[in-house]
């Protein structure tokens, strides 16, 4: 994904008050099917995806067998079969290791059509109306974390409602070859194009977990990004018994914080947090929120010590970061209805 087509301001102020589009330019894109398509996926990720209806989308996580994080997905249902949708930044390694799970699955079928189709998103507290104009239903009809199948200049198109700001969000997952004309199309209609820096702000700021930002220079499980909300505890999913020993065993939590409005220059990753000097945790990642006007973060701490309310210092500083519930602002989109 670009990082940025204008400016990071630019960008950040369409996607909280006006309509971003964005290109997840290197998603990976795979079909599950076959009779064992729903068993494949609940082995293979931490949620048990037989709730699914047609038309319904879920988040579910790909685990090594030592409990870390391979990727996150987003799994669409159509009746029988399955889309799954993988992060750029997990794309390739997530992408290997589904096609290569599906060899000890005789009833399943696994393709990889990532290059056959593109990935086109609508983030912003406008976008909803420009996706109506790409459905023939009203678009509160369909639901957070759903998907409709429409067509649009002869192609078929799939339309899901799965935004990652806070604000609405689309996604149109459209063949390659029509990607450009319609980029040009939302592009005219008044979308501004948006690179991954504003979104990974917008991320942040409704605490939605950065993977490829947010860890303590190797790989990381569940807990360590506040994601066990993820596992289904009742579904035999591949590193479920060593997150079962972590559980036991504890480690740092994670912990959201705001910095001082005085603090300049953001902490780099492995920053260390402490209390009276002594050392508690470590900073995970951060960014600069225009809306707060000041840096915000994740870190993770000592079990004793996370929780809302607490000040910490940055160590070889005098400025010192307050932790929060998340997340860190409300959306503008709450205050606008659908209509």
């Known amino acids: 994904m670009k990082t940025r087509f204008t400016t990071t301001d630019e960008e950040y102020a369409a996607l909280r008050r006006n309509t971003g589009l964005i290109h997840y330019q290197g998603a990976g894109l795979l079909t599950v099917t076959g009779p064992e398509a729903a068993g494949f996926l609940g082995r293979v990720g931490t949620r048990s995806i ?3 209806l047609e038309g319904q989308s879920t988040a579910s996580l790909l685990l090594r067998e030592d409990g870390t994080i391979i990727a996150e997905t987003l799994i669409h249902c159509w009746g029988t079969d399955y889309l799954v949708e993988i992060w750029p930044a997990q794309a390739t390694e997530a992408t290997a290791h589904l096609l290569a799970a599906a060899d000890g699955f005789a009833d399943v079928t696994v393709e990889d059509v990532s290059e056959a189709y593109t990935i086109l998103g609508l983030e912003g507290p406008s976008s909803f109306k420009m996706a109506q104009k790409y ?38 997952i459209v063949p390659s070859a029509g990607a450009p004309r319609l980029r040009a199309e939302l592009l005219e ?4 194009e948006c690179g991954k820096d504003a979104l990974d702000i917008c991320r942040m700021e ?13 790989p990381i499980t569940p807990f360590d990004v506040g994601l066990q909300w993820m596992l289904d505890t009742g579904q035999d999913f591949v590193g479920r018994e060593a997150l079962e020993q972590r559980s036991r065993h504890g480690g740092r939590s994670p912990v959201c914080w705001v910095a001082d409005a005085a603090l300049e220059t953001a902490p780099a990753r492995g920053t260390a947090i402490a209390v009276s000097d ?7 990642h951060c960014v600069w929120s225009p809306t707060l006007a000041r840096h915000i973060g994740t870190a993770v701490v000592d079990p004793a010590v996370a929780a809302s309310g607490q000040e910490f210092q940055l160590a070889g500083t005098a400025m010192t970061v307050r932790t929060i519930s998340a997340p860190f602002l409300t959306a503008t989109s709450l205050a606008v209805p659908l209509d």
């Open 50 to 52: 037989d709730f699914l």
């Open 135 to 172: 459905l023939d239903f009203p678009i509160a009809s369909l639901a957070y974390r759903s998907c409709a199948a429409v067509e649009w200049g002869g192609e078929a198109v799939t339309l899901s409602r799965t935004g990652i700001t806070g604000e609405y969000g689309y996604k149109f």
């Open 189 to 192: 209609l008044g979308a501004v």
């Open 206 to 218: 409704v605490r939605f977990a950065g993977l490829e930002h947010e860890h303590a220079g190797g």
């Open 278 to 284: 002594a050392e508690i945790g470590i900073v995970t």
